[in-house]
């Protein structure tokens, strides 16, 4: 892991890293990563406890935390770099976390955790870079329109946002039905989530 002293960063960046104060946005990124820790744990030792209408709407629920965040911190004026940077800590983390119980359980190919892993270790290593040198959150790194579109557009959040739930419901549906339909559905699921995650990578490293 890289690390930077302080005296190496610009004064916005400094600023940040002192100065932090509690935000409700904030908070609800911190229940989202316990939340999704908790149910993945469960889910590993017992893949049947939830049922399977409750535990996808315990799913979909995890992921609109990550509106939900937003959402607030907009309302509350509490926008800031460092809610922006632990907004998408904690999506990569819910991301990750979530795809491991159906490894673990040998119900999907190791390949799609693989890939969110390696990806987002690279993409959060640039972004930092990134913030090291100018101080800015990760969406204001980018100035092409195009780059800003594919990045941060609510198209483009939002398709990422519907293709990763999916995938992961359709994981989940795994446990209750595992029939050929069923996996050929996730797994197309899958790749157009993969691809879709891709083309939002490109503005990071342009």
């Known amino acids: ?48 406890i939830f049922g399977l209408i409750p535990g996808l709407i315990i799913i979909i629920a995890i992921f609109l935390t990550d509106t939900l965040d937003g959402i607030v911190a907009r ?8 809610g922006a940077f632990y907004d998408i800590v904690g999506d990569r ?9 159906f490894v673990y359980l040998h119900l999907i190919n190791p390949l799609p955790l693989y890939y969110f892993v390696v990806k987002g270790f690279l993409v959060e290593y640039q972004r930092l870079i990134g913030f090291a040198d100018s101080g800015k959150a990760p969406f204001d790194q980018v100035k092409q329109k ?10 483009m959040r939002q398709l990422y946002s519907v293709s990763k739930i999916s995938m992961i419901c359709l ?24 691809a879709i995650s891709l083309v939002r990578t490109i503005p990071v490293f342009v």
């Open 1 to 48: 892991m890289a690390y930077w002293p302080i005296s190496t960063l610009n004064d916005s960046s400094r600023k940040l890293m002192k100065k932090r104060k509690f935000r409700i946005s904030d908070l609800i990124t911190t229940s989202r990563i316990i939340l999704v820790t908790l149910f993945a744990v469960i889910l590993s030792s017992t893949p049947e």
């Open 75 to 82: 309302k509350l004026k509490e926008e800031s770099r460092f």
């Open 93 to 101: 983390i819910a991301e990750i976390v979530m795809i491991v119980p």
């Open 171 to 194: 994981f989940y549906m795994l446990i209750f039905r595992d029939d050929g339909d069923v996996r050929y559905i996730s797994g197309f699921v899958t790749i157009l989530t993969i």
């Open 146 to 155: 195009i780059l800003r579109f594919l990045l941060k557009s609510p198209f």
